[in-house]
């Protein structure tokens, strides 16, 4: 409200060097008095800032897109015509009518060239439109800077977060107490596994270091190891299928996106239950869209108890891809007691403002 009350203010204020100038015109060389030149330069300048109203609100819904261009071009094309020809006929017809109160003789006469007004017209319009657009900008240039902070922030503890996942004591308990009973009995599966635990910790610490984005693929390699390593506790009680299509594989997202959620189907739905329980992880790539599911057949839970719930990998993953991606991402939980656990969320193939 105050940014909004702030630009019609300096809007306002930006058209008094206009009038000034139309003052001095009228003063100058049209002989006028004092008060007869601000009426002239009202007169002239008011029709302009009023129909600036309407440009102003037509620049802030008519945004500039790249694979619509033509269309923006034509439409401000259009406008601006409308523009001119209303401008320049509502001047010589409020003159007319000023004249008209005093002297009750009706005169109405464009003065001035057609060619001058039209252009000084289009100026007029072209200005008031780039400002809004530059305005528009800015603003988007430092909320997309305010983004870029923030999505820094929710990367850096989701990292620390899959860090700690991965190095909780529980976590290295249960791994190393498996590894103590195959280095007797499956000495080349515990080699297995510390090599595993390597990647883990390799896939980790680098990460932090490259870029913000990771493939799918190398995201799977991360999750595959972690899913070995609680095979070595779990046994055949976790039950894995994938439908992983190939066309997936290269599309790019911010790491430790999957862990998180394959973790939380793991403490919450297979871990707890003596049978085990199924996880299923899905992706395709369609319609420029990356679509990621992670699903299990476990006891399931009220909506509102897991949105109330204190565990916070799953939100942080929700918040980065919500401050990343905006309303380009989709997020969505679903789940019913008894009915399992399911997260699906939709993501732009090729990144934050893709088209």
């Known amino acids: 409200m105050r940014r ?41 300048v008011l029709p302009a800032a009023l129909l600036g109203v309407g440009v102003v609100a037509v620049s802030q819904r008519l945004r500039w897109s790249t694979s619509r261009r033509y269309r923006f071009l034509t439409a401000h094309l259009v406008l601006a015509t409308v523009y001119v020809f209303v401008w320049m006929n509502a001047v010589p017809f409020l003159n007319a009518l000023g004249q008209l109160i005093p002297s009750g003789t009706w ?7 057609f060619q001058g007004g039209f252009f ?26 305010a983004r870029a902070t923030r999505a820094e922030s929710l990367r850096t503890r989701a990292e620390l977060e899959a860090l700690r996942a991965q190095l909780n004591p529980h976590f290295l308990f249960n791994t190393l107490h498996s590894l103590m009973a195959l280095v007797r009995h499956d000495p080349l599966l515990a080699e297995n596994a510390l090599e595993r635990i390597a990647a883990l910790l390799r896939h980790t610490l680098m990460t932090m270091k490259d870029a913000e984005d990771v493939e799918l693929s190398d995201e799977l390699d991360f999750v595959e190891n972690y899913l ?31 862990q998180p959620l ?42 509102e108890d897991v949105e109330a ?6 939100r ?39 088209t």
């Open 4 to 44: 909004s009350f702030r630009f019609w203010l300096v809007y306002s204020a930006a058209w008094l060097p206009y009038a000034a100038s139309y003052m001095s015109l009228f003063i100058t060389h049209l002989g006028r008095t004092f008060f007869g030149a601000i009426k002239g330069s009202l007169l002239n």
């Open 120 to 145: 000084t017209g289009l100026l007029i319009y072209v200005t008031i439109a780039g400002i809004v657009y530059a305005v528009q900008t800015t603003e988007r240039l430092r909320a997309e800077e």
């Open 262 to 303: 394959i973790e939380n189907a793991i403490r919450h739905a297979i871990s707890t239950q003596a049978q085990g329980g199924l996880l299923r992880i899905n992706t395709q790539r369609s319609n420029g869209l990356l679509y990621v599911e992670v699903l299990d057949d476990g006891p399931g839970a009220k909506l």
């Open 107 to 113: 005169s109405f006469k464009r003065e001035g060239s």
């Open 316 to 354: 942080i993953v929700r918040q980065r891809l919500m401050t990343r991606y905006g309303d380009q991402a989709n997020f969505r939980l679903e789940t019913r007691p008894g009915k399992g656990f399911s997260v699906r969320m939709e993501i732009p193939t090729n990144g934050p403002g893709s």
């Open 309 to 314: 719930a204190n565990g916070i990998g799953i």
């Open 228 to 258: 070995a390593l609680e095979r070595l506790r779990l046994g055949d009680r976790l039950r894995i299928e994938k439908r992983i299509q190939a066309e997936s594989l290269g599309c790019r997202l911010p790491p430790f996106t999957l």
